[in-house]
Protein backbone atom coordinates (compact mmCIF):
# COMPACT_ATOMS: atom_id res chain seq x y z
CA UNK A 1 0.00 0.00 0.00
CA UNK A 2 2.66 2.44 0.60
CA UNK A 3 4.08 2.15 -2.81
CA UNK A 4 0.50 3.83 -4.09
CA UNK A 5 0.82 7.02 -5.53
CA UNK A 6 -1.01 9.86 -3.70
CA UNK A 7 -3.54 12.12 -5.43
CA UNK A 8 -2.98 13.74 -8.28
CA UNK A 9 0.58 12.84 -8.33
CA UNK A 10 -0.41 10.93 -11.86
CA UNK A 11 -1.52 14.01 -13.69
CA UNK A 12 1.00 15.03 -16.58
CA UNK A 13 1.84 11.41 -17.01
CA UNK A 14 1.67 9.36 -19.91
CA UNK A 15 -0.49 6.07 -19.26
CA UNK A 16 1.54 3.20 -19.26
CA UNK A 17 0.93 0.50 -22.06
CA UNK A 18 1.55 -2.75 -21.13
CA UNK A 19 2.57 -4.31 -24.43
CA UNK A 20 5.46 -2.01 -24.58
CA UNK A 21 6.95 -2.82 -20.72
CA UNK A 22 7.14 -6.33 -22.04
CA UNK A 23 9.10 -5.32 -25.30
CA UNK A 24 13.21 -5.50 -24.45
CA UNK A 25 14.66 -2.03 -25.12
CA UNK A 26 11.51 0.03 -24.45
CA UNK A 27 11.68 2.49 -21.67
CA UNK A 28 8.79 1.59 -19.69
CA UNK A 29 10.01 4.67 -16.40
CA UNK A 30 7.58 7.02 -15.04
CA UNK A 31 8.77 10.08 -17.32
CA UNK A 32 8.25 7.25 -20.31
CA UNK A 33 6.01 8.92 -23.27
CA UNK A 34 6.13 12.62 -21.80
CA UNK A 35 7.59 14.27 -25.30
CA UNK A 36 4.73 12.64 -27.66
CA UNK A 37 3.08 16.29 -28.89
CA UNK A 38 -0.40 13.63 -28.77
CA UNK A 39 -0.06 13.27 -24.99
CA UNK A 40 0.62 17.05 -24.59
CA UNK A 41 -2.20 17.92 -26.21
CA UNK A 42 -3.93 15.52 -24.07
CA UNK A 43 -2.79 16.95 -21.12
CA UNK A 44 -3.19 20.81 -22.44
CA UNK A 45 -6.89 20.05 -22.89
CA UNK A 46 -7.48 19.24 -19.43
CA UNK A 47 -5.88 22.67 -18.57
CA UNK A 48 -8.45 25.81 -16.95
CA UNK A 49 -7.13 27.85 -20.08
CA UNK A 50 -7.62 25.72 -22.56
CA UNK A 51 -11.44 24.77 -21.05
CA UNK A 52 -11.84 28.67 -20.91
CA UNK A 53 -10.96 28.67 -24.45
CA UNK A 54 -13.29 25.98 -25.00
CA UNK A 55 -16.15 27.91 -24.15
CA UNK A 56 -15.38 31.35 -25.83
CA UNK A 57 -14.62 29.26 -29.01
CA UNK A 58 -18.29 27.35 -28.36
CA UNK A 59 -20.11 31.11 -27.95
CA UNK A 60 -18.43 32.44 -31.04
CA UNK A 61 -18.96 29.76 -33.38
CA UNK A 62 -14.73 28.98 -33.74
CA UNK A 63 -12.73 25.39 -33.63
CA UNK A 64 -11.76 24.49 -29.88
CA UNK A 65 -9.37 22.09 -28.91
CA UNK A 66 -6.09 21.53 -31.06
CA UNK A 67 -6.02 18.01 -33.78
CA UNK A 68 -8.08 15.82 -32.56
CA UNK A 69 -10.10 17.52 -30.41
CA UNK A 70 -10.53 20.59 -32.46
CA UNK A 71 -15.00 20.85 -32.22
CA UNK A 72 -17.23 23.71 -34.32
CA UNK A 73 -20.56 24.40 -33.57
CA UNK A 74 -22.36 22.87 -36.29
CA UNK A 75 -24.13 25.61 -38.75
CA UNK A 76 -26.85 25.30 -41.12
CA UNK A 77 -25.65 25.78 -44.52
CA UNK A 78 -28.55 28.28 -46.38
CA UNK A 79 -31.19 25.86 -48.16
CA UNK A 80 -30.92 23.18 -45.79
CA UNK A 81 -34.08 22.03 -43.99
CA UNK A 82 -35.36 23.30 -41.04
CA UNK A 83 -36.43 21.78 -38.58
CA UNK A 84 -39.51 20.31 -39.78
CA UNK A 85 -37.53 19.21 -42.47
CA UNK A 86 -38.51 21.51 -45.69
CA UNK A 87 -36.38 24.36 -46.96
CA UNK A 88 -38.53 27.19 -45.85
CA UNK A 89 -37.53 29.82 -48.36
CA UNK A 90 -38.16 27.44 -50.89
CA UNK A 91 -41.15 26.79 -49.63
CA UNK A 92 -42.83 30.16 -48.96
CA UNK A 93 -40.84 31.37 -53.16
CA UNK A 94 -43.12 28.29 -54.25
CA UNK A 95 -46.18 28.64 -52.22
CA UNK A 96 -46.86 32.37 -53.03
CA UNK A 97 -45.91 31.53 -57.13
CA UNK A 98 -48.55 29.12 -56.46
CA UNK A 99 -51.44 31.32 -55.04
CA UNK A 100 -51.38 34.34 -56.54
CA UNK A 101 -52.08 32.99 -60.04
CA UNK A 102 -55.07 31.19 -58.80
CA UNK A 103 -55.67 33.76 -56.86
CA UNK A 104 -56.15 36.22 -59.86
CA UNK A 105 -58.00 33.77 -61.89
CA UNK A 106 -60.41 32.99 -59.32
CA UNK A 107 -61.40 36.70 -59.07
CA UNK A 108 -60.78 38.29 -62.30
CA UNK A 109 -60.81 35.65 -64.78
CA UNK A 110 -62.95 32.34 -63.94
CA UNK A 111 -62.23 30.18 -66.68
CA UNK A 112 -57.85 30.61 -66.39
CA UNK A 113 -58.93 29.64 -62.43
CA UNK A 114 -60.68 26.26 -63.91
CA UNK A 115 -57.51 25.60 -66.34
CA UNK A 116 -55.32 25.90 -63.76
CA UNK A 117 -57.36 23.28 -61.07
CA UNK A 118 -57.08 21.17 -64.36
CA UNK A 119 -53.26 21.49 -65.00
CA UNK A 120 -52.77 21.05 -61.32
CA UNK A 121 -55.24 17.58 -60.73
CA UNK A 122 -53.44 16.70 -64.18
CA UNK A 123 -49.95 16.87 -62.60
CA UNK A 124 -50.93 15.36 -59.71
CA UNK A 125 -52.41 12.46 -61.09
CA UNK A 126 -49.18 12.05 -63.53
CA UNK A 127 -47.83 11.87 -60.31
CA UNK A 128 -49.27 9.24 -58.30
CA UNK A 129 -49.72 6.80 -61.45
CA UNK A 130 -45.72 7.30 -61.59
CA UNK A 131 -45.81 6.50 -57.86
CA UNK A 132 -47.75 3.03 -58.07
CA UNK A 133 -45.18 2.28 -60.40
CA UNK A 134 -42.74 1.07 -58.01
CA UNK A 135 -45.64 -1.99 -57.17
CA UNK A 136 -45.48 -2.73 -60.78
CA UNK A 137 -48.91 -1.21 -61.06
CA UNK A 138 -49.51 0.06 -64.33
CA UNK A 139 -52.13 2.68 -65.02
CA UNK A 140 -53.83 3.31 -68.31
CA UNK A 141 -52.57 6.90 -68.16
CA UNK A 142 -54.38 7.49 -71.78
CA UNK A 143 -58.40 7.55 -70.34
CA UNK A 144 -57.01 8.52 -66.61
CA UNK A 145 -55.27 11.72 -68.39
CA UNK A 146 -58.60 12.19 -70.50
CA UNK A 147 -60.91 11.96 -67.35
CA UNK A 148 -58.53 14.01 -65.59
CA UNK A 149 -59.21 17.31 -67.94
CA UNK A 150 -62.84 17.13 -68.77
CA UNK A 151 -63.57 16.22 -65.06
CA UNK A 152 -63.37 20.10 -63.35
CA UNK A 153 -64.60 21.75 -67.29
CA UNK A 154 -67.58 19.50 -66.83
CA UNK A 155 -68.44 20.78 -63.00
CA UNK A 156 -68.18 24.42 -63.97
CA UNK A 157 -70.25 23.97 -67.55
CA UNK A 158 -72.69 21.40 -66.81
CA UNK A 159 -72.96 21.54 -62.80
CA UNK A 160 -73.36 18.18 -60.39
CA UNK A 161 -74.96 16.62 -63.16
CA UNK A 162 -72.52 17.60 -65.59
CA UNK A 163 -70.20 15.72 -62.97
CA UNK A 164 -71.66 12.51 -62.18
CA UNK A 165 -71.96 12.12 -66.21
CA UNK A 166 -68.57 12.50 -66.44
CA UNK A 167 -67.22 10.51 -63.61
CA UNK A 168 -69.29 7.29 -65.02
CA UNK A 169 -67.83 7.86 -68.41
CA UNK A 170 -64.39 8.15 -67.42
CA UNK A 171 -64.66 5.09 -65.18
CA UNK A 172 -65.71 3.23 -67.94
CA UNK A 173 -63.50 4.42 -70.52
CA UNK A 174 -61.06 2.75 -67.77
CA UNK A 175 -62.22 -0.55 -68.40
CA UNK A 176 -62.90 -0.45 -71.99
CA UNK A 177 -59.26 0.46 -72.71
CA UNK A 178 -58.11 -2.27 -70.61
CA UNK A 179 -60.13 -4.28 -72.60
CA UNK A 180 -59.03 -3.41 -75.28
CA UNK A 181 -55.14 -3.48 -74.14
CA UNK A 182 -55.05 -5.92 -71.63
CA UNK A 183 -51.98 -6.20 -69.80
CA UNK A 184 -51.23 -8.13 -66.37
CA UNK A 185 -52.62 -7.10 -63.06
CA UNK A 186 -55.50 -5.59 -64.49
CA UNK A 187 -57.84 -5.46 -62.06
CA UNK A 188 -55.24 -3.39 -60.09
CA UNK A 189 -54.27 -1.52 -62.82
CA UNK A 190 -58.65 -0.49 -63.52
CA UNK A 191 -58.45 0.14 -59.23
CA UNK A 192 -55.63 2.53 -59.30
CA UNK A 193 -57.06 4.22 -62.18
CA UNK A 194 -60.13 4.68 -60.91
CA UNK A 195 -59.08 5.51 -57.65
CA UNK A 196 -56.27 8.63 -59.22
CA UNK A 197 -59.59 10.11 -60.84
CA UNK A 198 -62.05 10.12 -57.37
CA UNK A 199 -59.62 11.07 -55.30
CA UNK A 200 -57.76 14.64 -56.92
CA UNK A 201 -60.17 15.32 -60.31
CA UNK A 202 -63.45 14.38 -58.83
CA UNK A 203 -62.80 16.15 -55.13
CA UNK A 204 -61.28 19.23 -57.14
CA UNK A 205 -64.31 19.53 -59.14
CA UNK A 206 -66.27 20.23 -55.92
CA UNK A 207 -65.07 23.69 -56.11
CA UNK A 208 -65.77 24.05 -59.36
CA UNK A 209 -69.61 23.52 -58.33
CA UNK A 210 -69.25 26.55 -55.74
CA UNK A 211 -67.50 28.81 -59.03
CA UNK A 212 -71.54 28.63 -60.56
CA UNK A 213 -72.62 30.31 -57.30
CA UNK A 214 -73.19 33.63 -57.18
CA UNK A 215 -70.43 34.97 -54.92
CA UNK A 216 -69.00 31.20 -54.96
CA UNK A 217 -65.57 32.38 -55.43
CA UNK A 218 -65.79 34.35 -52.31
CA UNK A 219 -65.98 30.62 -50.97
CA UNK A 220 -63.19 29.17 -52.17
CA UNK A 221 -61.07 32.22 -51.50
CA UNK A 222 -62.35 31.52 -47.98
CA UNK A 223 -61.22 27.72 -48.49
CA UNK A 224 -57.89 28.72 -49.74
CA UNK A 225 -57.07 30.87 -46.97
CA UNK A 226 -58.15 28.10 -44.69
CA UNK A 227 -55.51 25.50 -45.56
CA UNK A 228 -53.28 28.24 -46.03
CA UNK A 229 -53.15 28.83 -42.14
CA UNK A 230 -53.83 25.19 -41.76
CA UNK A 231 -50.60 24.42 -42.87
CA UNK A 232 -48.60 27.69 -41.72
CA UNK A 233 -50.13 27.62 -38.34
CA UNK A 234 -49.67 23.94 -38.12
CA UNK A 235 -46.07 24.41 -39.70
CA UNK A 236 -44.95 26.96 -36.71
CA UNK A 237 -46.58 25.21 -33.45
CA UNK A 238 -45.56 22.08 -34.61
CA UNK A 239 -42.02 23.06 -35.54
CA UNK A 240 -41.61 24.90 -32.06
CA UNK A 241 -43.65 22.37 -29.79
CA UNK A 242 -44.25 19.82 -31.17
CA UNK A 243 -44.32 16.82 -28.49
CA UNK A 244 -46.77 14.57 -29.24
CA UNK A 245 -47.48 12.74 -32.46
CA UNK A 246 -50.58 12.18 -34.32
CA UNK A 247 -50.10 9.08 -36.21
CA UNK A 248 -46.63 8.46 -35.40
CA UNK A 249 -47.13 5.69 -38.07
CA UNK A 250 -48.44 7.50 -40.61
CA UNK A 251 -46.71 10.50 -40.09
CA UNK A 252 -44.01 11.19 -37.55
CA UNK A 253 -43.70 14.82 -37.53
CA UNK A 254 -47.59 15.89 -37.52
CA UNK A 255 -48.48 16.53 -33.93
CA UNK A 256 -51.39 17.59 -31.40
CA UNK A 257 -49.53 20.59 -30.82
CA UNK A 258 -49.11 21.82 -34.07
CA UNK A 259 -52.91 20.20 -35.14
CA UNK A 260 -54.19 22.86 -32.25
CA UNK A 261 -52.10 25.87 -33.93
CA UNK A 262 -53.97 24.98 -37.21
CA UNK A 263 -57.34 25.19 -35.63
CA UNK A 264 -56.33 28.35 -33.59
CA UNK A 265 -55.00 29.96 -37.14
CA UNK A 266 -57.85 28.83 -39.11
CA UNK A 267 -60.51 30.17 -36.76
CA UNK A 268 -59.44 33.67 -36.83
CA UNK A 269 -59.06 33.56 -40.16
CA UNK A 270 -62.77 31.88 -40.62
CA UNK A 271 -64.29 34.65 -38.38
CA UNK A 272 -62.47 37.46 -40.34
CA UNK A 273 -63.29 35.84 -43.91
CA UNK A 274 -67.13 34.94 -42.80
CA UNK A 275 -67.50 38.51 -41.30
CA UNK A 276 -66.00 40.80 -43.79
CA UNK A 277 -65.74 38.12 -46.88
CA UNK A 278 -69.02 36.61 -47.03
CA UNK A 279 -71.12 38.91 -45.42
CA UNK A 280 -72.06 35.68 -42.48
CA UNK A 281 -72.48 35.19 -38.83
CA UNK A 282 -69.45 34.81 -37.12
CA UNK A 283 -70.20 31.30 -35.90
CA UNK A 284 -70.35 30.23 -39.88
CA UNK A 285 -66.51 31.59 -40.76
CA UNK A 286 -65.80 29.21 -37.12
CA UNK A 287 -67.88 26.08 -38.18
CA UNK A 288 -66.28 26.33 -41.36
CA UNK A 289 -62.55 26.85 -40.14
CA UNK A 290 -62.87 23.60 -37.88
CA UNK A 291 -64.32 21.64 -40.47
CA UNK A 292 -62.01 22.84 -43.36
CA UNK A 293 -59.20 21.84 -40.72
CA UNK A 294 -59.97 18.17 -39.84
CA UNK A 295 -60.77 17.77 -43.82
CA UNK A 296 -57.53 18.88 -44.77
CA UNK A 297 -55.70 16.95 -41.83
CA UNK A 298 -57.64 13.74 -42.93
CA UNK A 299 -56.12 14.53 -46.29
CA UNK A 300 -52.54 14.97 -45.37
CA UNK A 301 -52.72 11.76 -43.45
CA UNK A 302 -54.42 10.16 -46.04
CA UNK A 303 -51.53 11.28 -48.81
CA UNK A 304 -48.91 9.92 -45.79
CA UNK A 305 -50.39 6.91 -45.36
CA UNK A 306 -50.35 6.02 -48.79
CA UNK A 307 -46.26 7.21 -49.85
CA UNK A 308 -45.35 5.22 -47.15
CA UNK A 309 -47.34 2.16 -48.33
CA UNK A 310 -45.37 3.47 -51.77
CA UNK A 311 -42.37 4.05 -49.63
CA UNK A 312 -41.70 7.23 -51.16
CA UNK A 313 -41.24 10.38 -48.87
CA UNK A 314 -42.57 12.79 -51.77
CA UNK A 315 -44.85 12.41 -54.96
CA UNK A 316 -42.01 14.44 -56.89
CA UNK A 317 -39.48 16.66 -56.52
CA UNK A 318 -40.80 19.23 -59.08
CA UNK A 319 -42.03 22.42 -56.52
CA UNK A 320 -39.25 23.16 -54.61
CA UNK A 321 -39.58 23.10 -50.69
CA UNK A 322 -43.03 21.15 -51.23
CA UNK A 323 -42.31 18.12 -53.26
CA UNK A 324 -44.67 17.00 -55.42
CA UNK A 325 -47.97 18.80 -56.49
CA UNK A 326 -49.64 16.12 -54.65
CA UNK A 327 -47.88 17.27 -51.49
CA UNK A 328 -49.75 20.82 -51.74
CA UNK A 329 -53.35 19.22 -52.86
CA UNK A 330 -53.80 16.55 -50.14
CA UNK A 331 -55.30 18.82 -48.13
CA UNK A 332 -57.54 20.61 -50.58
CA UNK A 333 -58.27 17.82 -52.27
CA UNK A 334 -60.27 16.55 -48.82
CA UNK A 335 -61.40 20.11 -47.81
CA UNK A 336 -63.33 21.16 -51.49
CA UNK A 337 -66.09 19.21 -50.79
CA UNK A 338 -66.32 19.94 -47.32
CA UNK A 339 -66.93 23.72 -48.30
CA UNK A 340 -69.48 22.42 -50.98
CA UNK A 341 -71.35 20.70 -48.35
CA UNK A 342 -70.83 23.31 -45.55
CA UNK A 343 -72.23 26.26 -48.06
CA UNK A 344 -75.11 23.68 -49.22
CA UNK A 345 -76.35 24.21 -45.18
CA UNK A 346 -75.27 26.99 -43.87
CA UNK A 347 -75.45 29.40 -46.58
CA UNK A 348 -78.98 29.41 -47.19
CA UNK A 349 -79.50 30.37 -51.32
CA UNK A 350 -76.11 29.63 -52.11
CA UNK A 351 -76.06 26.62 -54.09
Request: hydrophobic share 50%; net charge neutral.
Amino acid sequence: MADLDPPGAGLGRAPRSNAGADDAGTESGPDAGTDDPRTADAVTEHTPGAVAESRRALSTGRPSGHGLFARRRPIREPGTPSRAGRNLPAAIGVGAGLLIPVLVGLLFFPIVFVGIVTLFATVGVWEICRAVEIRRIHVPLVPTMAGTLVLPFSAYFGGAEGLAVAVVFSVLGLFLWRSLDPAPDAGKSLMAGTFAVLWVPFMLSFAMLLMRAEGGFLVIATLLLLVVANDTFGYLIGAFFGKHAMAPKISPKKSWEGFGGSIGGALIVGGLCAVFLLGQPLWVGLALAVAIVASATAGDLAESMIKRELGVKDMSTILPGHGGVMDRLDSIVFASPMAYLLSATLVPGLL
